[in-house]
């Protein structure tokens, strides 16, 4: 048994204490790891996603009264309203991702008006690895079965991204709920943000020696706070300055040519950023690992100097993990804390982990948390 169906198993023995009587199942959503692009989704751009073996998951099951009710085995208490009363505002901190995918969804439409949740999460909350997405699709998924209705992947994952972009008031863009929803095993999703066509892009495998290391740097971030609204708001005034509908279809020339100051800088990391999730995507096509380590660098740098969302420790796990032999290595998720990512030789993880908490240690830091990933299928029923 995995570690998220034990998890699954222990999340369904829960809800029956807590409730009298068994779920109606068990959904599981995953988190996500950013190859490439950036602050790009919100952009209409193109990004590099890929959905990590840590999910959120949801059990449910239906009430024979119009009350929803919401609990977490990792946070105490319960919120609870009626369908009625369900609207933005209702609900605050995480309930509101868990029950804003119950209200995105129109619910209710059919069946019981009433649910009960309890969500459960591998996902480390404020480490860049979208755990509130994780948890929106986990629900949405459930809630959209449950209901009999539609359940095309990526219908539900603009409803998931409605949970957090209304209810919540995070202004996220749509990568993070498509990669929970579309993520498949040993793969990236080259994801149009605009058109929302994606495609699977084939990550080195275990056979290649090569594995994904995560380094969660224990600084949290949250996308509804200031830094990312900010950093959005200058990207949607630079579009209307340069008098495009969004900075996906910005030129280098004309944002050196008519912007200034932060407008430049922002657009500028936008801009070059997409184009680098094209390059990255060739690299990796053509097993160009080296290429790709130099299009990971200078991610880093524009992220870094331009867009200036990194931040001391996630500079210094960079810098570590390439010393100590990673091949491409740089900050993942909306920055401001988070995680880094490297692509490294399954012999140097070990060596790689040691250095960068002495690293941390050297420096004062709180001790990070290095992890491996594999890129993993999408949401689905577990239970």
Known sequence: MSDRDALAARLATEFRARHGRPPAGV????????????????????????????????????RDDDRLTCQSLDRPGTAAVDTGDLRPGAVTGWPAYVLGAVWALGWPRTGPPGLDIVVTSQVPAGA?????????????LAVAELAGLETDRTALATVARRAETDMVGAPVGIMDQMAAMHGRADHALLLDCRSLAFEPVPL???????????????????????????????????????????????????????????????????????????????????????????IFAASQASMRDDF????????????????????????????????????????????????????????????????????????????
């Open 204 to 294: 080195p495998g275990r056979e290649s020696g090569l594995t994904l290391l995560v380094v969660d740097t224990r600084v949290s971030h949250a996308n509804a706070d200031g830094g990312y609204a900010r950093r959005r708001a200058t990207c949607e005034d630079a579009a209307r300055t340069l008098g495009v509908q969004a900075l996906r279809d910005a030129t280098v020339t004309a944002v050196r040519t008519t912007l200034v100051g932060e407008q430049r800088r922002v657009a500028r990391h936008v801009v070059t950023e997409i184009e680098r999730v094209r390059l990255a995507v060739a690299a990796l096509r053509h097993d160009d690992l080296t290429g790709l380590g130099e």
């Open 27 to 62: 959904w599981a959503a995953p988190g996500r790891v950013n190859l490439m692009g950036e602050h790009t989704d919100y952009n209409d751009g193109l990004v590099l996603p890929y959905a990590i073996d840590s999910a959120a998951l949801a059990a449910v099951a239906p």
């Open 128 to 140: 860049g690895l979208s755990s509130s997405a994780a948890l929106t699709c986990a629900v949405t």
């Open 308 to 383: 200036r969302i990194s931040c001391a420790e996630l500079d210094l796990a960079v810098d570590t993990l390439l010393d100590a032999g990673a091949i491409a290595a740089r900050m993942t998720g909306g920055g401001f804390g988070g995680c880094a990512v490297a692509l490294l030789p399954e012999t140097a993880v070990a060596a790689a982990t040691a250095a960068v908490t002495a690293a941390f240690g050297a420096h004062g830091f709180l001790s990070p948390r290095a992890f491996e990933t594999r890129p993993s299928h999408g949401a689905a029923r577990v239970y």
